[in-house]
Structures are given as C-alpha cells and as structure tokens.
C-alpha cells in the first residue's frame, strides 16, 4: 500500500513545486489541501481537487508543510491534534524548527529538509537542466536534511519522498537543525544573498555612473563567475597581484571586520526571529 502524503499549502508557490512531482508518483497517494481561493482554482487548472485538511491529515503518513516560514508553527499547532500516531511532518525550511515553533506531539516524527538548488558549476544532462536554476524540474541538486525528532526508519521515509519531490536529487546530505540555520539563512542568504545584492548594485552603480548598461551586465556576470571558480577551485588559476591589492583595498571598505559574527548562535536565532516575526523588527 502506498504511502499517504498531505501536502498542506499544495497551491502556493513551494507547494505547486512539490505538487508537480508528486501527482505523477504511483510510489505514493496524495491528498492536496488547500484554503485560498486562488491558490485551491490553481490547482483545479491542474486537474487537481481539494481534501479537506482534517480529512487528509488524519490518514497520512506523511505531512508536508509547504507554507510559509511564518506560517509553519501555527498551522503545526492546528495539525498536530489531527495526525495519527507514528505520522510524520516533513517541514521545508529550517526557520520555525530552529526557532522551536513547530508544536510537537511525542508520538510523531519531524524531519526537516531543504534543496541546495542546482550548483553553479558542474555538468547538467541537457539544455532543459541547464535553464532549471531553482531545481526540482530538471537539473540534478543536493538536499539537506535534519532530523528534528523521531526514528531513523521516519527519516528514511522523509529521504525518499524528498528524493521524488526535490528530483532529480543526487545527494541527500545530512545535518543537524542547528547546522542547516547556518547554511541557511547565515551562509546562504544574510551572507550569499547579500553578497549577490551588493554586485548587482555595484553594475547598476556603473549604469548610473554612465556605462552602457549591456556592457556592465557583460563585465559584472563574466567577472563574477571567475572568481568564484577560482575560489571553488573549478578552474587552475590565481588572481593576479593587481586583483589581489584590489581585493585587499575593497575588502576594507566594504566589508565589516567583524561580519563572520553573523555565524554566532545568538545571531543565527536573531536573523530567524526577524524573518518569522517581521512586524517585531520595523
């Protein structure tokens, strides 16, 4: 008998990337839940009806909280009472499990998983891979994954339907809660995305400062991926000693001297506390 997944939030933007994979799987039985009006004429467009959400949640095996980070621990609470026992919550961020907001209930299983999206460097099976840059549709990424509470046989369930629903998945990497925080947000985004920020404002700088806008798109997306690849170690190559005095002289007036603090414990919850409760931070 195949598995049955609730899929909470199946028309939103997260959960139609899962909807997608997972409507065409005999490996499981799916019952998609929605309360939006929009999102529930989204998914009757893909031929898909709604399970009312204590219907589907109290025979599934696994549930998917495909909602918002903000959301995910008070929907949590709303359906954990509903789940039967030895059930379990498959959350796709780390966000409201390393703020401790998910309500848990002993008798249930809480695995956390998250794509690392397709790698910028490396080989994809086509031209189709190539263009799917978020992943999921047909370029092969790594995940990761964390168990938050439960058994081993709980986690490797979790495992194989992110491998269906994150696919084609190569590696499913496995962390700590507190690990996949500092990836995310910490590396990936109060880091790397800022990071991305700052060299797309730096071109539009350049634009404003005169040059032609096709020619500072040109020059910044070729003089990004250099560097990195000489960092990641894709290509055999050292800066040169002008790019390195460069390097030196931008990086002191750029960058804070004490920006690796953002990676402290207390910083990393700080950042989640901002994301899942903006109204505290303004």
């Given at each position: 008998?195949?598995?049955?997944?609730?899929?909470?939030?199946?028309?939103?933007?997260?959960?139609?990337?899962?909807?997608?994979?997972?409507?065409?799987?005999?490996?499981y039985e799916a019952r998609y839940c929605e309360v939006a009006p929009a999102a529930i004429e989204r998914l009757a467009?893909?031929?898909?009806?709604?399970?009312?959400?204590?219907?589907?949640?109290?025979?599934?095996?696994?549930?998917?909280?495909?909602?918002?980070?903000?959301?995910?621990?008070?929907?949590?609470?709303?359906?954990?009472?509903?789940?039967?026992?030895?059930?379990?919550?498959?959350?796709?961020?780390?966000?409201?499990?390393?703020?401790?907001?998910?309500?848990?209930?002993?008798?249930?299983?809480?695995?956390?998983?998250?794509?690392?999206?397709?790698?910028?460097?490396?080989?994809?099976?086509?031209?189709?891979?190539?263009?799917?840059?978020?992943?999921?549709?047909?370029?092969?990424?790594?995940?990761?994954?964390?168990?938050?509470?439960?058994?081993?046989?709980?986690?490797?369930?979790?495992?194989?339907?992110?491998?269906?629903?994150?696919?084609?998945?190569?590696?499913?990497?496995?962390?700590?809660?507190?690990?996949?925080?500092?990836?995310?947000?910490?590396?990936?985004?109060?880091?790397?995305?800022?990071?991305?920020?700052?060299?797309?404002?730096?071109?539009?700088?350049?634009?404003?400062?005169?040059?032609?806008?096709?020619?500072?798109?040109?020059?910044?997306?070729?003089?990004?991926?250099?560097?990195?690849?000489?960092?990641?170690?894709?290509?055999?190559?050292?800066?040169?000693?002008?790019?390195?005095?460069?390097?030196?002289?931008?990086?002191?007036?750029?960058?804070?001297?004490?920006?690796?603090?953002?990676?402290?414990?207390?910083?990393?919850?700080?950042?989640?506390?901002?994301?899942?409760?903006?109204?505290?931070?303004?």
């Amino acid at each position: 008998m195949a598995p049955v997944v609730a899929v909470i939030g199946a028309g939103g933007k997260m959960g139609l990337r899962v909807v997608t994979r997972l409507k065409d799987s005999a490996q499981y039985e799916a019952r998609y839940c929605e309360v939006a009006p929009a999102a529930i004429e989204r998914l009757a467009q893909a031929g898909l009806a709604v399970t009312p959400t204590v219907d589907a949640v109290s025979v599934a095996d696994l549930v998917i909280l495909a909602v918002p980070d903000r959301a995910a621990g008070g929907i949590s609470a709303e359906l954990a009472p509903l789940a039967r026992p030895g059930a379990c919550f498959l959350m796709l961020d780390p966000a409201a499990a390393m703020a401790g907001e998910i309500a848990r209930r002993p008798d249930l299983h809480y695995v956390v998983a998250h794509p690392c999206h397709p790698p910028m460097f490396g080989q994809q099976p086509s031209d189709a891979a190539r263009a799917d840059y978020f992943g999921g549709i047909a370029a092969w990424q790594d995940i990761v994954m964390a168990l938050l509470q439960g058994s081993e046989e709980a986690y490797a369930m979790a495992e194989n339907l992110c491998r269906t629903i994150m696919a084609p998945v190569r590696h499913a990497h496995r962390v700590t809660v507190e690990q996949m925080a500092i990836l995310e947000p910490a590396m990936a985004e109060v880091v790397g995305a800022a990071a991305a920020v700052l060299i797309h404002q730096a071109m539009e700088e350049a634009v404003a400062r005169g040059v032609p806008r096709a020619a500072a798109e040109s020059f910044m997306l070729g003089h990004a991926q250099v560097p990195l690849a000489i960092l990641f170690g894709v290509i055999q190559a050292q800066f040169s000693d002008a790019a390195r005095i460069a390097i030196a002289w931008g990086t002191e007036r750029i960058i804070q001297p004490d920006w690796r603090r953002v990676f402290e414990p207390d910083q990393v919850q700080a950042a989640i506390h901002a994301m899942l409760h903006p109204e505290a931070s303004t």
